[in-house]
């Protein structure tokens, strides 16, 4: 009972929980999470808390089988696990001290980028076919294994190479490797491939890639082209709805590969022409503004004359527009 300022007597409502709820620390913990249940989702790859929280109550109805209430009641419960909220500017701009860079081979082309293909980012390249797109590509798959002071990150890292247009060539690493002085062979094993037979078949790959980073130290991923499947499994205007949103769900999945375990991501992609555009250049990139909200770094390729390409800064959250002109040489991308 409380006693109002008249005098009058009043019955608080007050429940007090008779104790504080005990913060999960493993997938079983969490609410409607049995040892079954938590089986079935880490063979699915959400093995800790940071999968479960970005996740979306009907994504892991659809793995674990728990009824989409009960997978909100989980995500929620990681979420408090996790204490994610709010941070001060310069608690971010402290997380953004761990943010490296990996060389493109032209001392233009980073510049253009801040410094090369950034960590914790998706750095996109669109283009015509024969516009550079894959070869930086290659270039960035070889340098990201050299040391820090020459323009990679690290002697061991590793790189997850999805093909889907069946353009990978080991021999031309082979090239780019000996033309930088590097083992070929050491750089081979460090470069994972897998062939992508279809959308469905990319997403999987993208999304058993944590499998993958925890056997290996991924530092970059690269996946040429992000559009073709989507493209050619997605036909027609009534399938573009579908197409669209599994392809921002798999965009979103590369980002929180890149975040979570501070890696680059590199992607390419496909082109069209649009007939409605009478003046300038008709050229537009696939994916529409899925891709083009979702990349971090936006360039747009195009063949000069002979071995010089000109790359375009299309968007970006830091640096200014422009242009500059590399060369891809059998020895790999330079100025």
């Known amino acids: 009972?409380?006693?109002?300022n008249d005098g009058e007597m009043v019955m608080e409502m007050v429940e007090k929980p008779e104790k504080e709820a005990k913060k999960a620390k493993v997938l079983e913990d969490l609410p409607g999470i049995g040892e079954v249940t938590a089986e079935k989702l880490r063979r699915a790859g959400y093995v800790d808390f940071e999968k479960i929280a970005a996740a979306s109550p009907h994504e892991l109805d659809e793995i674990a089988e728990i009824g989409v209430e009960t997978a909100k009641k989980a995500i929620s419960?990681?979420?408090?696990?996790?204490?994610?909220?709010?941070?001060t500017a310069d608690v971010i701009l402290e997380r953004r001290k761990?943010?490296?860079?990996?060389?493109?081979?032209?001392?233009?082309?980073?510049?253009?980028i801040g410094g090369g293909v950034e960590t914790m980012a998706i750095?996109?390249?669109?283009g015509k076919f024969s516009s550079g797109k894959s070869q930086v590509g290659f270039q960035v798959a070889v340098n990201v294994q050299k040391p820090a002071h020459e323009g990679g990150l690290g002697e061991d890292s590793h790189v997850l190479f999805i093909d889907t247009e069946s353009?990978?060539?080991?021999?031309?690493?082979?090239?780019?490797?000996?033309?930088?002085?590097?083992?070929?062979?050491?750089?081979?094993k460090q470069i994972h491939?897998?062939?992508a037979i279809n959308s469905d078949h990319q997403m999987i790959l993208v999304d058993k890639?944590?499998?993958?980073?925890?056997?290996?130290p991924i530092r970059l991923i690269v996946v040429d082209s992000m559009t073709s499947h989507f493209r050619s499994d997605y036909v027609g205007r009534g399938a573009l709805g579908e197409r669209q949103q599994k392809l921002n769900k798999h965009v979103h999945a590369l980002q929180r590969l890149a975040d979570q375990y501070n890696l680059a991501i590199y992607i390419t992609n496909q082109v069209m022409d649009k007939?409605?555009?009478?003046?300038?250049?008709?050229?537009?990139p696939i994916g529409g503004h899925v891709l083009a909200h979702a990349a971090t770094y936006r360039l747009y390729f195009r063949k000069g004359k002979e071995e010089k390409r000109i790359a375009r800064l299309v968007d970006s959250p830091s640096m200014p527009e422009g242009e500059c002109v590399f060369k891809v040489t059998p020895k790999g991308v330079a100025d």
Do not use: C, H, W
């Not at 419960?77 to 941070?87: C, I, K, Q, V």
């Not at 690493?173 to 070929?184: F, H, K, R, T, Y």
């Not at 007939?275 to 537009?284: H, K, N």
């Open 275 to 284: 007939p409605d555009i009478m003046f300038g250049d008709p050229t537009v």
């Open 167 to 188: 353009t990978f060539r080991p021999e031309r690493i082979v090239q780019l490797s000996e033309a930088n002085g590097m083992d070929p062979a050491k750089v081979l």
């Open 209 to 216: 890639a944590d499998e993958m980073i925890r056997q290996f």
């Open 98 to 112: 761990l943010v490296s860079r990996i060389s493109t081979g032209s001392k233009e082309l980073d510049a253009l």
């Open 123 to 126: 750095t996109e390249a669109f």
């Open 1 to 4: 009972m409380a006693k109002r």
């Open 77 to 87: 419960a990681a979420r408090d696990a996790l204490e994610m909220g709010y941070d």
């Open 193 to 195: 491939v897998a062939k």
